[in-house]
């Protein structure tokens, strides 16, 4: 490997004060502290507390003098020799004198591997959302964070090609953490070989943090750079006991990586910390000789309270979509922009801590993408979880528009209006001009309840054999619809910004990808909405999801989606297109008839020998294992129904 300056750096000189910002996390937990009968649903503090085999262990430790004076600074012998055994049967071989370093904790460790081996004028790059805290580390280095989006339409996966495109002259080193916090995203092996092929084409380092390592939902592995063994010169991977064995008081992580690179890191260590703290490294012997069943008992009681945290979200369509977490214990649902504050996180995390008394992070402190979204945290208890989402229920039964309002509630003056309105033409246009070009199959989803999860089911499983693409942001609107179409995003309705995007949206009118399928929303909050959407868009094959509501109170609102929904089952009867509809809701039932009209609910999942099945009139289709909540329920189901229809 050629060096280019791996080396211990201490730039601290060049740093300028005003760079280094508290934790927007901790923030929110300092604001919250100042107030009466708060839930925090915001820093990932597990409810557990360290088992008692390691407390025990420690108590010993501690009245025999052992934790009296310092160890060595890369950590106590004993704890570094049971973390390289561990580290062996994993198929990772390090060198407990010289290629491990025990740490205060992850975010010393990756401080440390940053401060020396990072500097002015550098680049890391990051993924958005990424851990808050990355951003700190890295610019008390000197350096600059580099934003590289996620997909969020896959899972918020990561994007080699994107992350290529971002890698210039300055780029030092990709920073990441897997599972990542705070998607709950599991990175796989496959895309971290393609990480690493493009880290060695650019000499680059890999700093992995894997803290929620131990807190999967999914049989797949994270992919794990350090298991390459070609990669091990250029890869610093970060681990901690903070999550997995309920100690985050005890700050004590480690690090393991090739010896030169540890050599630097050992270096700034000291210098930082001296070494770890010995009660928390003894603890840390305790939890690898006793904590393994403890780990297992965490995780199954997360796994129960990512399901009901993730069946309380079902309950308000109308104001999150979101993407299941596989890993950790962190969701991150992305707010609906019907939501007043939707596109300013921060402003609304505060309103709701301060109306309702729940504490939940912004999104945009998860980097510029995060943004329109809020974190929660799963891992306390079930009650306050409950709780939480109750009060969240009572703040957005009151903040958000009723679902049947007027469109004088723009509030845009005359002139505006008209500007906007022939935007909003031309839009239409458009996207009727992209369909007429090569002519996709267009799946229409339309109904209350799990219109995003949905969709993910369905581009999950029909990518396998169409070029498929669908938007995970919700498009209700007549602007919405042909944005979608057009492939483009606004940051705003306002005529201005509309303007501004137009010339993409004619490029991608004129030039339009490729894909066989298209799956677009279909919403209606005012009469007249599904006429006008049908204007826009002739559907191949409609999937209506339940229109439960909410809020008792949404009589009105739930009259008019339904009188909406008529409009397009009426519509596609008319011209013999497939509806697939949820029979669990007895209205969208009543409404879709016919013989195009394919009817599912839970009584189609069957469950044989431990696997799940969609019964298809006696033919059992399988699907995902795991299914958290309703809705992924009933897209597993119409997902089936879905292909078979394709199929035939």
Known sequence: MKRRGFAPFFPFADRADNAIELSPIKAVELQASRLSDVISLAQGIPSFDTPEPIKRYITEKIASGACAKYSLTPGLPQLRELISETLRTEGMHYDPDGEIIVTCGSIEAISASLLALVGPGDEVLVVSPTYASYIPAIRLTGATPRFVPLNEDANFDLDPDAIAAAITRRTRAILFSNPNNPTGTIYSVSEMRRLMHLAERHDLLVITDEVYKDFLYTDEPPGNPALFPECRNRVIRVCSFSKAYGMTGWRVGFLHTDRPLADSILRVHDALVTCAPVASQYGAIAALEFGAPFVEQFRDAFRIRRTRTIERLDALPDVFDYQKPNASYFAFPRIKDSVPLARDSRALASEILEQVRVALVPGIAFGPTGESHLRICYARELNDIDRAFDRLDDYFAGRRPRLYSTPAATNIGPSRHGVRRAAVATLQSLARLALARHHPKVIAIAGGHGKTVLKRSLSEALSQRYRVRANPLSYNTDIGLPLAILDTVVEDMRPATLLRRGARAVANALQPAHEDILILEFGARQPGDMQRLLRIVEPSLIVVMPLSPEYSEEVEGLAVQRAE????????????????????????????????????????????????????????????????????????????????????
């Open 565 to 648: 929904i008529r409009v397009l089952v009426d519509h596609a009867a008319a011209r013999n297109i497939p509806v697939v509809a949820c029979s669990d809701d007895s209205s969208v039932a009543e409404l879709a008839k016919g013989p195009q009209a394919h009817l599912f609910g839970r009584d189609n999942l069957k469950n044989a020998d431990g696997r799940n099945f969609a019964d298809l009139g006696g033919v059992l289709v399988p699907v995902e294992d795991e299914l958290v909540g309703d809705s992924a329920v009933h897209a597993a189901i119409a997902t089936a129904i879905v292909q078979r229809l394709l199929d035939t």
